[in-house]
């Protein structure tokens, strides 16, 4: 069985639109697959008639979802996989179009601090670099950034100028994360945090953060994803254990935006079961 739980398209920062995600799933022979695109219910209309139109007759699971930005008191970015939630509760839909008008704002203010810096990119450009309604992020910047000839990729415009610590970077409106976690669940769905230690890209949450998350009733955790080490990896199983919680695997899929593969981590399906059940209805999308 292989299970996906994290992946991302060009309703946010993915470069593979809905569909072509459900047509690679099918062809890669996955079993579930959920669709997670940051802050946003916007690729699941598209996701799903491709499903129930794809001509193979696959039996594929659709897991719908999003990955909703969140931050700390201290200013530390959290990221909350949502999945199984109904779409039509309106104080999860509204905390993402609030999130994402802070997400244009902020990408404004980015711009001006490049642009003092003397590097020449406008709002236009990397507006040209999403589709429609596609929630605005740095990548999009990056690909902007690219295109213009000051970068090589996506992944040296972050080295450069984007990750976290770069003195051109601003943060965004998002919600905490206990907020994030209790909108998920009454909203029927499920609440995984996703890579909680992923050093490697500089984001590691403390461990009374996610003790105050698992409190707040955290659902599961993402372990296996490329961004967490070994040690790490065995780190959040242990703490996994202890506290009864699902353990997720994923690819964090982004098509060409970063070298993720589709189910390059998976999820071992007595977990995916256990935390299906806990939706408060059958949510899955079947062909
Ligand atoms: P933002 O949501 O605007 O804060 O941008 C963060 C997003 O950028 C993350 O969710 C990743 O998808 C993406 N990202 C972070 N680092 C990199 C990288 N080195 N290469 C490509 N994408 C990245
Ligand atoms: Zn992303
Ligand atoms: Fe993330
Ligand atoms: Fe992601």
């Avoid at 236009?124 to 990548?139: I, N, S």
């Avoid at 050093?199 to 599961?220: V, Y």
């Avoid at 070298?259 to 998976?266: D, G, K, M, V």
Wanted: hydrophobic content about 35%; proline content about 3%; some cysteine.
């Amino acid at each position: 069985m292989l299970i996906d739980l994290h992946t991302h398209t060009t309703a946010s920062d993915g470069t593979d639109s809905p569909h072509l995600l459900i047509d690679k799933a099918i062809s890669r022979r996955i079993d579930v697959l959920a669709l997670t695109d940051h802050d946003t219910v916007g690729g699941w209309e598209e996701a799903t008639a491709a499903l129930k139109e794809h001509p193979s007759g696959s039996n594929m699971e659709l897991v719908l979802g999003s990955e909703v930005s969140c931050q700390d008191e201290d200013g530390t970015s959290i990221h909350m996989l949502g999945l199984l939630f109904d779409p039509k509760y309106t104080p999860l839909i509204e905390e993402f179009e609030k999130t994402r008008e802070h997400r244009v704002t902020r990408m404004s203010r980015i711009i001006a601090r490049l642009n003092e810096a003397g590097i020449d990119i406008t709002i236009d450009e990397v507006y040209a670099q999403k589709q429609g309604d596609a929630t605005l992020g740095r990548p999009h910047l990056a690909d902007a950034l690219v295109a213009k000839g000051h970068v090589a990729s996506r992944d040296e415009a972050f080295n450069i100028f984007l990750h976290n610590g770069s003195k051109y970077y601003i943060n965004h409106y998002s919600p905490s994360p206990e907020l994030a976690i209790q909108l998920i669940k009454e909203a029927g769905g499920v609440a995984v945090i996703a890579h909680p230690l992923a050093s490697r890209s500089g984001r590691t949450i403390k461990s009374e953060t996610l003790l105050k998350l698992i409190n707040a009733g955290l659902d599961g955790i993402e372990v296996d994803h490329r961004d967490h080490s070994e040690q790490e990896r065995s780190e959040l199983l242990r703490l996994a254990i202890e506290h009864d919680l699902v353990v997720t695997g994923s690819s964090d899929y982004h098509g060409t935006g970063k070298l993720n593969q589709l189910a390059e981590f998976t999820t071992n399906p007595q977990h995916w079961e256990r935390l299906e059940a806990k939706a408060n209805a059958r949510r899955v999308v079947k062909r």
